[in-house]
C-alpha cells in the first residue's frame, strides 16, 4: 500500500472488519508510528519496509 498513515489505516481497519484475515503491507512513506499508533491490536498484521 502506498498512502499516508490515515487512509491506509481506515482501509485496513475496514478490510479488517470485513472479515479479511491478510497480511497488508506498506511503503515507509506510511508512517510507521503513526500508523502502529493509530491500529492499536490490529497493527499486528502490518509490515512496513
Known sequence: MVCTYAPC?????LAQESGLNV???NVSFVGS???AT???????S???T
Open 23 to 25: 497480511l497488508f503491507l
Open 9 to 13: 489505516a481506515r482501509f485496513i481497519r
Open 38 to 44: 493509530e491500529l492499536g491490536t490490529r497493527a499486528v
Open 33 to 35: 508510528i503513526p500508523l
Open 46 to 48: 502490518v509490515i512496513v
